[in-house]
Nanobody
Framework: QVQLVESGGGLVQAGGSLRLSCAAS????????MGWFRRAPGKEREFVAA????????YYADSVKGRFTISRDNAKNTVYLQMNSLKPEDTALYYC?????????????????WGQGTQVTVSS
């Protein structure tokens, strides 16, 4: 059982930056791959980024590639999402998630635990 708590969301102007954090409970954080997803009103939840257990491999949706960076600090049981050059279409509720396997890290069904989400709003 893992509890995930996101933070760092807020209101930012287009072109600005935000850094999201996701703190995980327990002592087995390093055994999980971690991902970020987002859901805008009226849309399906979509994959944003993922990082493997050691942090050695990362994956990104095409829509955020080159602008967002996922990273993790296993000593702090925390995963981050650095978001630069934000656009209004990035506005969404952002979730972090933990996966026991890396078979389908770009799909929400590949994850075992989810946080409550943190809101990101980008104004034009």
């Amino acid at each position: 059982q893992v509890q995930l708590v996101e933070s760092g969301g807020g209101l930012v102007q287009a072109g600005g930056s935000l850094r999201l954090s996701c703190a995980a409970s327990g002592r087995t954080f390093s055994r999980y791959s971690m991902g970020w997803f987002r859901r805008a009103p009226g849309k399906e939840r979509e994959f944003v980024a993922a990082v493997t257990r050691s942090g050695g491999s990362t994956y990104y949706a095409d829509s955020v590639k080159g602008r967002f960076t996922i990273s993790r600090d296993n000593a702090k049981n925390t995963v981050y999402l650095q978001m630069n050059s934000l656009k209004p279409e990035d506005t969404a509720l952002y979730y972090c998630a933990a996966a026991l396997t890396r078979a389908t890290l770009n799909l929400d069904r590949g994850y075992d635990y989810w946080g409550q989400g943190t809101q990101v709003t980008v104004s034009s």
